[in-house]
């Protein structure tokens, strides 16, 4: 879900008939900065109860940015919301995509990105897991890190409380306070979840939706990112294999993988800390269950996994600099972009209660990643608060919506059959599988905008005009280094 590549005035601003006024009190809205996003952008901050239900407990703040249409005298009444992945992004992140995929819809329609709770701008769940040059090399899930943030942010916050249907309840009391126009979607990995379950909870309050790397709930993550990721991966070995000088220059490229895992099993991989800052002789083993779930994480992106042939074959042959780099630079992405705290909160409450450990373990047999993530989750969310499943959390989200569906035919994350999953209770649905494409979207974003405007204008996937996805390549493999 994820897979990992991202002020203030006092006047009151009234944003025309889909953000103003609203039955519960004027919003002030001040101008502000949202990187990637230029034009007209306001943000405001709505309270809503960390704890619902409970008289007189803390209130949070729902950091909410809207970049105005550009076309005043034509826009339409019915915004798009963006919804981040992770979980623990923040939409507010997601200013560059929004101008790339989205930049024809805000001719006529205000974006709106909202910050779910728990994240960057709406009562962060923050803390870094990995604050050491040993941290980076160590455990997914360093047990005394995952302790003192769940320590720390319990001094302040409820940490049950930060579940996808309280993130649901948000922003259905931004939506009324924004002036109670319907809606369109756009949610990305987690953010598809959050919006299915909008779609169960507030079906009326929702004109169109596009979900893009569905994240249903029976993915029970990370339960099957091994065989997914094991098909991805192979893919990789195909496409590697097709393409000349990648074939010439790794011909036993899946070989190597194994070599190179099977060493790290062994504890035959070292490493100086020196080379991540540490002190000059302390040095670590690079583990199969550290190198593993980065390899995944490196398949997320197209352009991260460009680098795996070369990268595999030099870590193989004990150059292990290239590696090392790339597992420091993953996870200080985690460290910024991921709000740890909410990333657990929602993990531990959802799918780490469904998962079913000899089910993950036969899924894992004879892959590259093994049992590596689950045995991880399942290890830190022995330890992290988790709020009660709602009843109906696993079943079939039914929905009468008109929704887009979209995946890429590399994500080893959330490959196309979780979207076909979720279609399962939709009367209105398409599905468009992007050649190679991966979790990252933004390889296909300039293709996607002109079908992705057409399906939001006319909410329907009927006569959309998808020629140029056939023109969408994974780029070219990186070459070995001097050549």
């Not at 006529?108 to 980076?136: E, F, N």
């Not at 329907?460 to 998808?466: F, S, Y």
């Not at 140029?468 to 780029?475: M, S």
């Amino acid at each position: 879900m994820g897979a990992l590549r991202a002020a203030a005035a006092i006047t009151l601003f009234l944003l025309g008939s889909t953000i103003g006024l609203s039955a519960q009190g004027n919003l002030t809205w001040t101008p502000c900065v949202i990187p990637g996003l230029e034009g007209e952008v306001r943000c405001t901050k709505i309270p809503v109860p960390e704890v619902r239900g409970v008289d007189g407990g803390r209130r949070i703040e729902i950091h909410v940015a809207v970049a105005r249409a550009r076309n005043e005298s034509g826009r339409r009444t019915d915004p798009l919301w963006m919804i981040a992945g992770g979980p623990g992004q923040a939409a507010s992140g997601m200013g560059p995509f929004a101008t790339t995929a989205f930049g024809r819809v805000r001719e006529h329609r205000d974006i709106v990105l909202v910050d779910v709770r728990g994240t960057d701008r709406s009562a962060p769940l923050q803390c870094a897991l990995y604050r050491t040059p040993a941290a980076l090399l160590g455990e997914t899930y360093p047990k005394a890190a995952v302790e003192f943030c769940r320590d720390s942010l319990a001094a302040h916050a409820v940490l049950t409380a930060y579940t996808t249907e309280q993130i649901v309840q948000d922003l259905e009391e931004v939506r009324r306070r924004l002036g109670g126009e319907k809606i369109n979607l756009y949610g990305t990995s987690y953010g598809t979840r959050v919006a299915l379950v909008y779609m169960r909870r507030f079906p009326g309050s929702i004109r169109a939706a596009i979900l893009k790397s569905a994240a249903p709930a029976a993915m029970r993550a990370p339960t099957f990112y091994a065989p997914d990721g094991q098909v991805a991966m192979e893919k990789l070995f195909s496409d590697c294999r097709a393409e000349g000088a990648c074939a010439a220059a790794f011909s036993d490229l899946p070989v190597q993988l194994n070599r190179l895992l099977d060493r790290a099993e062994r504890g035959e991989l070292r490493v100086g800390l020196d080379v991540l800052g540490g002190a000059p002789g302390d040095s670590v083993a690079l583990t199969r269950d550290l190198i593993a779930p980065i390899l995944l994480g490196a398949l997320q992106s197209v352009h991260d996994a460009a680098t795996l042939p070369a990268l595999i074959a030099m870590a193989a042959g004990g150059q292990l600099r290239p590696l090392t780099g790339l597992i420091a630079q993953y996870r200080r992405g985690l460290n910024t972009m991921i709000a740890t705290g909410m990333h657990l909160s929602v993990m531990c409450a959802e799918d780490t209660k469904l998962i079913d450990a000899a089910e993950a373990a036969r899924e894992a047999r004879g892959t590259f990643l093994g049992n590596a993530r689950v045995r991880a989750q399942l290890g830190a969310c022995a330890s992290w608060p988790a709020a009660p499943l709602p009843a109906d959390y696993a079943s079939t989200v039914r929905s009468t919506v008109p929704t887009l569906f979209v995946s890429g035919d590399l994500d080893p994350n959330t490959p196309a059959r979780w979207a076909d999953s979720a279609r399962a209770g939709f009367t209105r649905s398409w599905h468009v599988v992007l050649p190679g494409v991966a979790h990252s979207f933004s390889s296909a974003g300039t293709c996607g905008a002109e079908w992705m405007a057409a399906f939001l204008e006319r909410a329907t996937g009927q006569g959309l005009d998808l020629s140029c996805v056939a023109g969408i390549r994974r780029p070219p493999f990186s070459p070995p280094p001097g050549n």
